[in-house]
């Protein structure tokens, strides 16, 4: 019986065509197998799935606290593929406990970072741009029926000239920092290599993070969570900030000590925050983030785009090639 591919009746019904060319031109061919939720395999046939693309058609409707019923069938089926190889998977952070697993079991698994990039970037601006410019007032105002201009202590500072340190420089850091540079703010990147890079004024590696913080405006998260990165921002480092500063993080939530951030924005340490992510998903109804006039809130949502599902098949189908014809895999994960 040859070697099944797991990929959802979705993407075979949409992007058939590309998909039996790259298996019909490849070496050692690989068979499809078709995903449903219903699917049911015996061991058998588990047992003959080399490869796998958890879509994000599959996984729509996860929350960081459970799996949708499509995703909890596939990954039933994926535990019982015992030969599995390779998984692509649609999102671009690698942290999730499943991948893990999948990577100790000596699975090859690739992401699709770049899928969201520019959703993801354009949404922390459009926070960052929003909260800069005083849009929660006008719109609380509006909601009031009140007319409102902001005066005085209210009034704004220039966006052109403030700076943005910028922790993380991959696809969505990139893109952040391109967009912020042409609004005319100064772009910081931390990350470990300083070699100079577009759209970044200046690059600096980690260590150097608590002499950056006194002089940042905003300071954007948008690096992974790894052992490094949790609570990389915590009361400490946010007492370094300087007052009126704001923060933005798309990353993870763990990446800021969500007690301390709640703390400093509500004493006035942090003057506002643009936040997607948290550190309980969805976030509960009682969190006093709700309330708070200072930050904008998105449910994990930052990568809400019509393109970015075709754009995650397409790193999908160019990695398929790839695997078939033994090349290397774009976006391949590994064990910290």
């Known amino acids: 019986m040859p070697p099944k591919l797991l990929v959802s009746q979705k993407v075979i019904a949409e992007f058939g065509p590309r998909l039996r060319h790259i298996l019909d031109a490849a070496p050692g061919r690989l068979e499809v197998l078709p995903f449903t939720p219903a699917l049911r395999l015996s061991d058998r046939d588990a047992g003959n799935i080399e490869a796998a693309y958890y879509s994000r058609d599959i996984w729509e409707g996860t929350e960081k606290s459970a799996l949708s019923p499509a995703a909890q069938a596939f990954w039933n089926t994926i535990d019982r593929a015992g030969n599995l190889k390779w998984m692509a998977v649609y999102s671009a952070g690698m942290d999730q406990q499943r991948y893990t697993d999948a990577l100790r079991r000596g699975v ?3 992401s699709s970072a770049g899928a969201q990039s520019e959703a993801v970037g354009l949404a922390c601006v459009t926070g960052v741009l929003a909260l800069a410019r005083g849009v929660p007032h006008w719109l609380a105002a509006q909601q009031r029926r009140t007319w409102s201009p902001l005066r005085g202590k209210d009034v704004p500072p220039d966006i052109p000239g403030q700076t943005a340190l910028i922790v993380g420089m991959g696809y969505i850091g990139k893109v952040i920092a391109r967009v ?9 990147g931390i990350r470990r290599n300083t070699a100079p890079a577009e759209h970044f004024d200046q690059v600096f590696a980690p260590p150097a993070l608590d002499s950056l913080l006194p002089s940042c405006d905003w300071l954007v998260i948008a690096c992974p969570l790894t052992p490094d990165t949790r609570h990389l921002i915590d009361a400490r480092r946010l007492a370094l900030m300087k007052p009126g500063a704001g923060i933005a993080n798309i990353a993870r939530g763990e990446i800021i000590d969500e007690a301390a951030l709640l703390h400093a924005l509500q004493s006035g340490g942090l003057r506002h925050a643009y936040l997607d992510v948290f550190n309980t998903e969805p976030l509960p109804q009682d969190s006093p983030f709700w309330a708070l ?4 809130i998105s449910p994990h949502n930052a ?9 995650g098949v397409e790193i999908f ?10 090349q290397p895999l ?4 590994s064990l910290a």
């Open 108 to 110: 090859r698994l690739t």
């Open 180 to 188: 912020l540079r042409a609004a005319g703010m100064k772009t910081i």
């Open 293 to 296: 006039p200072n930050v904008l």
């Open 303 to 311: 990568g809400a785009s019509t393109g970015t599902y075709a754009r």
């Open 317 to 326: 189908l160019g990695n398929l090639a790839n695997y078939l014809n033994a």
């Open 330 to 333: 774009q976006n391949e994960a």
